[in-house]
Structure formats: structure tokens, C-alpha cells
């Protein structure tokens, strides 16, 4: 079972920058995508960004211009780079990996970002 840890949540001001960073267990090649997703208090978990194993991103509307999902695989980690942090960006966020033969979802533990003065 491979595993996920995800990193880099904390308290942040409105305007500023965190980056999450996502640690697999294994090669992060085992899944077909990887991603992000993030669960708000009262709200369903919601997409936040993905990358395809051919490097192929989505972003939810959102957060368009303001995050960039990428991932470094030597060191099977996925990151999450989020710039102009706003209140409405609080949730829990998730790291998720995806195997479509299977379709099988793997999930971190989540981090919890907030975004407040």
C-alpha cells in the first residue's frame, strides 16, 4: 500500500504564499495522476489542482493564476505552490493519488491551511 504525507499547512495571512508538499511512499509513476483537493468546514471536498503522469495540469477556476501544481520525481513528492492566499482558500487539503486501470484513489491525511489577519 503506498502511502501519502502531505506537509507545509499553516496560518497565513490574506496575500501570501504557502507551498504543500505531497510524499509518496513509492514511485510517484504507481498512480496515473496526482493532485490536490481541499475540504472547506460544511463543505464537500472539492478539486483543487491535478498533474498527469505526461505533466498535463487542471486547476479548478478558483485558483487559476494563483497556485501551480508540480512534482519532483526523485524525489516522489508533489507540491502545491499557492501565491495570493485568500480567506475563501481555508480547508483542509488533501494530496490524492489516482490509478485509472483500478480506479483506485489513494489519500493523504490532510494539512489545514488558513488564511486570516
Known amino acids: 500500500q503506498v502511502q501519502l504525507v502531505e506537509s507545509g499547512g499553516g496560518l497565513v495571512q490574506p496575500g501570501g504564499s504557502l507551498r504543500l508538499s505531497c510524499a509518496a511512499s513509492a514511485s510517484i509513476f504507481f498512480f496515473n495522476t496526482m493532485g490536490w483537493y481541499r475540504q472547506a468546514p460544511g463543505k464537500e471536498r472539492e478539486l483543487v489542482a491535478t498533474?498527469?503522469?505526461?505533466?498535463?495540469?487542471n486547476y479548478a477556476d478558483s485558483v487559476k493564476g494563483r497556485f501551480t501544481i508540480s512534482r519532483d520525481n526523485a524525489k516522489n513528492t508533489v507540491y502545491l505552490q499557492m501565491n495570493s492566499l485568500k480567506p475563501e482558500d481555508t480547508a483542509v487539503y488533501y494530496c490524492?493519488?489516482?490509478?485509472?486501470?483500478?480506479?483506485?484513489?489513494?489519500w493523504g491525511q490532510g494539512t489545514q491551511v488558513t488564511v486570516s489577519s
Open positions: 498533474l498527469t503522469n505526461d505533466d498535463r495540469p
Open positions: 490524492n493519488g489516482f490509478r485509472f486501470n483500478l480506479r483506485e484513489n489513494y
